[in-house]
C-alpha cells in the first residue's frame, strides 16, 4: 500500500487481500453513515469528544486543493480526539469553508463537545460526497504529534467531502491505535 497517499474506496479495495482482517478493515474505511455511531457501537459506550481546537486556521496545500480553495489560506477549522477511557480512538479534522458556516452552517461552530456526526446525520439534508482513503506516515501533517506514545509507523485515515445544505466542507479522520482492528500493517 503507498504511504500518505489518498486512493478512492475502489483503489483500496483492490490493494486489500481478501483476508478477512483486510475485508473487515475496507468495511470500516468505506463506511458511509456515522463513524462516532460505528465506533460507540463496537466500543460498547459513548465516546468522549475532546475539542482540541475550534477556529480560523491556515490549511494545508492538500486541504485548498480538496475544497478547491486554491485563493485562500484560511478556513474554520475544528480538531477533535474521540476516545474511550480516556484512550484516544480517532482524531478528526474538519475543515468548513467560510461560505458554508452562512445560515444554518453557524450551527458548526457551536458543536462544543457533541460529535460532528450528530448534526451531519441528523436529517437527509445533508450528504456524503465521497471518501478517499490512506495510510499515513509520521511525517504526513494529519498525523496526530499530540499523541506523543503513539507506536505505530503507520495509520489509516480517510476524508471526505460533505455537501451541508449545499455547501461543502471536509471531514478528515484519523484511525488511533486504541482501534487495533483498524491499524495498517
Keep these: 500500500m503507498p504511504k500518505d497517499q489518498w486512493l478512492s474506496l475502489a483503489d483500496i479495495k483492490?490493494?486489500?487481500?481478501?483476508?478477512?482482517?483486510?475485508?473487515?478493515q475496507y468495511q470500516w474505511l468505506a463506511e458511509y453513515g456515522s463513524m462516532t455511531s460505528c465506533l460507540t457501537e463496537a466500543a460498547g459506550e459513548p465516546l468522549d469528544v475532546e475539542v482540541l481546537s475550534s477556529n480560523e486556521q491556515e490549511l494545508?496545500?492538500?486541504?485548498?486543493?480538496?475544497?478547491?480553495?486554491?485563493?485562500?489560506?484560511?478556513?474554520?477549522?475544528?480538531?477533535?480526539?474521540m476516545s474511550i477511557d480516556d484512550s484516544p480512538w480517532l482524531y478528526g479534522r474538519t475543515v468548513v469553508p467560510h461560505e458554508t458556516l452562512k445560515g444554518d452552517g453557524e450551527q458548526l461552530k457551536q458543536l462544543g463537545t457533541k460529535p460532528l456526526g450528530q448534526l451531519l446525520f441528523k436529517n437527509n439534508v445533508n450528504s456524503r460526497l465521497f471518501i478517499e482513503v490512506a495510510v499515513i506516515t509520521?511525517?504526513?501533517?494529519l498525523y496526530p504529534?499530540?499523541?506523543s506514545n503513539i507506536q505505530q509507523k503507520h495509520l489509516w485515515a480517510r476524508r471526505s467531502m460533505f455537501l451541508f445544505n449545499d455547501s461543502p466542507l471536509m471531514v478528515q479522520e484519523v484511525f488511533m491505535p486504541a482501534c487495533a482492528f483498524l491499524q495498517p500493517d
Design 145 to 147: 504529534d499530540l499523541v
Design 138 to 141: 509520521k511525517n504526513h501533517f
Design 60 to 81: 494545508s496545500a492538500e486541504e485548498k486543493s480538496f475544497l478547491a480553495l486554491n485563493n485562500r489560506n484560511k478556513a474554520y477549522v475544528r480538531e477533535v480526539i
Design 14 to 24: 483492490l490493494r486489500l487481500s481478501e483476508a478477512d482482517a483486510d475485508l473487515l
